[in-house]
């Protein structure tokens, strides 16, 4: 490959690809949710300002305004969303690709069942199965998601997490303020447990079942995506009140997990549904009142996450000193050496 097809592939497709990903169903920084969003955003400050409980003068000012998203750190993200996609091409996907062939495949549950209790006859494709083999797979991605959000908050990955909750001020684009590493293991960790799934689901149907789709998309993560999910990084509060929430994540929800504030901390890891939360301890739910709060992290050190390299190599530099400062014997004044 020569040097011009080499700068074609890494570089110039990636960043096409990037650009043409907001008119791409398949994610929530689409154009359509993200005008789902932003509409209904108009309508809780037209409701909000009839009622005297919001005093923006204007729709921008009451989504942040130039404060929120001219500020250096939404520009660092609306940056960082293309540097993803060559990111993507030149590491997560040789990464991925590297342990892949050392995964199970649904097609490996298969044999293995098969081998175990022979062939199952052939149930047949329809809508039944399409929706239930769907419905497992979002239960599933999003049971994943919140345990390895989870995991990101430990201390031996949280410098590459904080990456993410360094942001002083949300846009939707802050959705992609990800660390590649944090993206390889989610990547991988789904193909564990969706190929164990899908491997289990096709042997007991005799053969693969496809997902109901919509418009391309599985049905659950298109209607999870239209509710007003790019609220979630940005500064408008939208709470689905205390029932609700012990089942779906709003946006106030979301608010609250990248709040600074000590009460706020290592709560609502879930993506689309807090049920998660509920089960495991980690719920905090809201009312339609909105509270204070300041996004960032316990450090308050946003300042030094405002370049590329900082998001990109400095968990790296911190997880390494955090290596050698742990290797480092403790001494105490008695053990310490005389002067």
């Not at 359509?32 to 204007?58: C, E, M, N, V, W």
């Not at 430990?154 to 992609?176: D, I």
């Not at 190929?195 to 109901?212: K, L, N, Q």
Request: with cysteine; net charge positive; glycine share 8%.
């Amino acid at each position: 490959m020569g040097v011009l097809e080499s700068l074609h592939h890494y570089l110039v497709e990636p960043l096409i690809e990037q650009f043409l990903g907001v008119f791409d169903l398949n994610g929530r920084l689409g154009v359509l949710f993200l005008a789902i969003s932003y509409a209904t955003a108009y309508g809780l400050f037209r409701y909000r300002s009839r009622r005297g409980l919001t005093d923006a003068p204007s729709f921008w000012q009451f989504i942040g305004g130039n404060r929120v998203h001219l500020h250096r750190s939404a520009l660092l993200d609306y940056r960082y969303y293309f540097v993803r996609g060559v990111i993507k091409v030149l590491l997560v996907v040789p990464i991925v690709g590297l342990v892949d062939p050392y995964i199970l495949r649904s097609g490996d549950y298969i044999s293995f069942f098969t081998n175990l209790w022979g062939e199952r006859p052939q149930v047949g494709h329809n809508l039944s199965l399409a929706l239930l083999y769907g419905l497992g797979v979002f239960l599933i991605s999003d049971f994943t998601h919140y345990w390895v959000h989870r995991a990101f908050h430990c201390s031996w990955l949280w410098e590459f997490h904080k990456v993410h909750h360094s942001a002083p001020v949300m846009v939707p684009l802050t959705a992609s303020r990800v660390h590649f590493l944090e993206k390889v293991v989610g990547r991988l960790v789904d193909l564990v447990f969706l190929g164990a799934y899908a491997g289990a689901f096709w042997y007991v149907c005799g053969g693969e079942i496809s997902r109901y789709t919509l418009f391309g998309v599985t049905y659950l993560v298109f209607i999870f995506n239209g509710l007003a999910s790019n609220l979630r990084h940005s500064h408008v509060w939208l709470s689905f009140g205390p029932r609700l929430e012990h089942i779906f994540n709003s946006p106030a929800q979301h608010q609250i997990h990248h709040s600074d504030a000590p009460r706020h901390f290592h709560k609502n890891f879930s993506t689309n549904l807090s049920l998660w939360d509920w089960m495991f301890g980690t719920l905090y739910v809201t009312s339609s009142v909105p509270e204070r709060i300041e996004f960032g992290t316990a450090e308050r050190d946003s300042h030094r996450y405002l370049t590329l390299y900082s998001l990109i190599v400095m968990p790296f530099v911190d997880t390494a000193r955090k290596l050698v400062s742990s290797r480092r014997p403790f001494t105490t004044p008695d053990s310490a050496p005389d002067a």
